[in-house]
């Protein structure tokens, strides 16, 4: 996952990215960094941990300049450690440069092969360190926006990029747009490029447009200029419809929030169940049980409360501490479940264990039945382009049919949304939208 956020043009540039980072730590809470450019020099902070724990008063008054580029991660590649935190920045040939970058390079290992033979060093295991390697090593060409065109031809994959030099900023989003990347005007000056629209309520930007797949923003002499540096072709992450993006976001030309919903009156259409109360399963389960409660008739209830003090799970690299962190996040209300046949909504089951936890958990609270509804379909491969699902191995529905996973959840009914549901759900053409995850059909490997 990760987020990714540029602010151009605006005297608190690195403040509004600090505020733009903390409205998109739900794409990565492994570490975060600010990069900003001041008087020709670039100078970046960054760290472990949270977007609040990391940045002190005393951080900004050295991250000064009107330009700036921050990060939140996610492992998705690397390694956890502070040394592929990002941004990722070098002194080069032309002067120094930072980049930021959502998403995961198919092509990085052949192409860190190639760097390493003619004598590069890395000093991270990022794949974004080689697009640094690739721009700095072309001495052929004499500025920074062709080096910076030259290498992103090189590399294959999901990437949504900002770069920052010493008096500009770039914005880049691959051919297939696998990752979101919005443009804003803030209003107290400038602009601003982030991985979602909720970074733009908390600093007071508007919306312009989404960068086109394909597409890179120069950021140059207070002015922004637009090119098509690839043929686009758009194949979308629909997962950040279904779990990633903030139901406040507006990604991929839609509200995260209204799509959901709408997911969720496409589940009560197509699989229908007698039961007394709509649960969602919190936080990610409340849109799409919501449009399943208004399209079934059938009353909503909060009927499990989430503890918010608690990491998002799937977010965990390891299975002991996903466990411990189920059991301290979610708990039932056993007044209103009890005797209760229940629709619990999930967005996604990975591994399975989650619910089966939660079915259990609702029937040991006294629930008279459960069916579990998924407002996606069954997760059965994994993300190459930057999201950390697991190996196939460990993907329940890429091992099990829904019958046997339902009876492995321990559920008295199981049923996924269908592609088609989505589809319909999402008001858009197929073709724009990656589901490789649910259908096997990678757009690039
Ligand atoms: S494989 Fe799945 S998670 Fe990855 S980009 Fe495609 S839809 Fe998104």
């Known amino acids: 996952m990760c987020s990714v956020v540029g602010v151009y043009g605006n005297e608190n540039a690195s403040k509004l990215c600090f505020y733009s980072l903390f409205s998109m730590q739900h794409r990565g809470q492994e570490a975060a960094g600010i990069s900003s450019s001041y008087e020709a020099k670039i100078k970046t902070v960054k760290n472990r941990g949270l977007v609040t724990q990391i940045f002190s008063e005393d951080d900004f008054k050295v991250l000064k300049g009107d330009m700036a580029i921050g990060h939140t991660r996610y492992s998705t590649a690397g390694d956890d450690s502070i040394l592929d935190a990002q941004p990722v920045f070098a002194r080069y040939g032309l002067g120094e440069i930072s980049i930021v970058h959502n998403g995961n390079l198919v092509n990085a290992k052949e192409i860190r092969e190639e760097l390493t033979k003619k004598g590069a060093i890395f000093q991270t295991n990022m794949d974004t360190e080689n697009i640094i390697h690739l721009i700095a090593k072309n001495y052929q060409k004499n500025t920074l926006k062709e080096r910076i065109i030259d290498a992103v031809k090189q590399i294959k994959g999901a990437f949504s990029l900002i770069i920052l030099s010493r008096h500009k900023m770039f914005a880049i989003r691959d051919p297939f747009g696998f990752r979101p990347l919005s443009l804003g005007k803030i209003k ?6 982030a991985s979602e629209t909720c970074a733009f309520e908390l600093v007071g930007a508007e919306f312009i447009r989404d960068i086109k797949p394909g597409e890179m923003i120069t950021f140059e002499d207070g002015e922004i200029k637009s090119e098509m540096i690839f043929e686009p072709a758009p194949k979308q992450c629909i997962f950040e419809y279904i779990y990633f993006a903030r139901p406040d976001s507006n990604v991929f030309g839609k509200n995260v929030y209204v799509v959901r919903k709408q997911m969720g009156r496409e589940l009560a259409k197509e699989l229908p169940v007698d039961a007394d109360m709509v649960v969602p399963v919190p936080d990610s389960g409340v849109a799409a049980a919501l449009g399943y409660a208004e399209e079934s008739g059938i009353p909503f209830e909060m009927g499990i409360m989430r503890n918010h003090y608690v ?24 007044d209103k479940i009890k005797g209760k046949r229940l629709v619990v909504i999930d967005d996604s089951i990975v591994r399975g264990t989650t619910s089966k936890r939660i079915v259990r958990m609702l029937k ?8 579990m509804r998924i407002a996606s379909p069954a997760t059965t491969g994994p993300c190459y382009y930057g999201v950390d699902t697991p190996t196939k191995e460990e993907l329940i529905a890429s091992k099990m049919s829904v019958e046997e996973i339902a009876k492995y959840i321990e559920a008295d009914s199981l049923a996924y949304l269908s592609i088609d549901g989505i589809i319909r759900a999402i008001k858009d053409k197929k073709e724009n939208y990656c589901f490789a995850c649910f259908d096997g059909n990678y757009p690039i490997l």
Do not use: C, N
């Not at 059991?327 to 209300?333: A, F, N, R």
């Open 188 to 193: 107290s000056g400038g602009y601003i490029v």
């Open 311 to 334: 990491g998002r799970t799937f977010i965990e690299p390891t299975q002991e501490v996903r466990d411990l962190k189920v059991k301290m996040k979610l708990s039932p209300i056993v």
């Open 364 to 371: 040991e609270a006294g629930a008279k039945e459960v069916h």
